[in-house]
């Protein structure tokens, strides 16, 4: 069981996924920012994107998108 989070850990800490959070997070505050764009939207959007990625970089960068999405919301509020 041990082993099978480090892998987890492993997988998700590499360079290439946590850039592609750095840069999800970074267009999902654009998103959430900008009056009407939704945190939806922006995974909406931005889903045709991940279908050449891995499971493991497509989920991380929709994730990351959508958390950037929600914080970047309350730049307005």
Known sequence: MLELLQQGFG???SL????LMLGGVAVGIV???VPGLSATMAVALCLPLTFSMGPQAG???LVALFI????????SA
């Open 16 to 19: 290439n996924i946590m850039l």
């Open 11 to 13: 997988a998700v800490f």
């Open 59 to 61: 989920l991380s960068l």
């Open 68 to 75: 950037g999405a929600t914080s970047g919301g309350l730049i």
């Open 31 to 33: 998103f959430g920012a």
